[in-house]
């Protein structure tokens, strides 16, 4: 095998270990595998950089400047009102999540406390409400296990009321539902609390 098809499939299945090669090689090194081969592990930009653009292209490699523009196109926008999806408490309660804004709602609870999945925002919900602090508003509380021990403490507040954060008041009659969802304690969840 080549040097340049060793960078090009390594870290992939492709590249099988031989009886000379079974020892991992940290990125960016290279070591010989056997008299007259060598494997080298590159990043696509080392690759440009060390054997040139021309290579790249041949190879099917991009061109950092061609990574740039095939970003995948943005979603359009969702409108605030739209209802991501709805829960029940355990009083019967139906609780939307709203798309919402940076005020309330899965925007809100993603932005800015990086909750931004379905299961922990509304896991609280499954219960009763743990605190009224208004007669419309609620905060219910759950909890986030790792291997069955409690690892995070999750507030999730709902509105009952029909007027959001700002006025916000939606379309279809529904009460306004999620206004935020965090991990007690802590500006932003960890990374795996969205699983």
């Not at 696509?44 to 995948?72: H, M, W």
């Not at 007669?135 to 409690?150: F, M, N």
Request: aromatic share 10%.
């Amino acid at each position: 095998m080549s040097v340049l098809t060793g960078a090009l499939l390594a870290g992939s299945a492709l590249l099988a270990p031989s009886a000379h090669a079974r020892e991992a090689t940290p990125a960016g090194t290279s070591r010989t595998v056997a008299a007259t081969h060598t494997v080298q592990y590159l990043s696509n930009d080392d690759f440009v950089r060390e054997y040139g653009a021309q290579k790249a292209r041949a190879f099917g490699i991009p061109l950092p400047d061609e990574t740039a523009s095939a970003a995948i196109p943005m979603d359009p926008p969702q409108p605030w009102y739209k209802i991501d999806w709805t829960t029940k408490d355990w009083d019967g309660r139906t609780i939307p999540t709203r798309h919402g804004t940076d005020d309330f709602g899965f925007v809100h609870a993603c932005n800015d406390h990086s909750m931004c999945a379905e299961a922990p925002m509304t896991a609280p919900y499954h219960g009763t409400p743990d605190k009224w602090t208004s007669s419309t508003r609620a905060e219910y509380y759950g909890v986030a296990l790792i291997d069955g021990e409690p690892e995070i403490k999750i507030t999730t507040v709902a509105e009952f009321g029909h007027v959001g954060p700002n006025g916000a008041e939606a379309p279809d009659g529904k009460v306004i539902g999620t206004i935020t969802s965090y991990c007690q304690g802590m500006t932003y969840c960890p990374y795996w609390i969205n699983g």
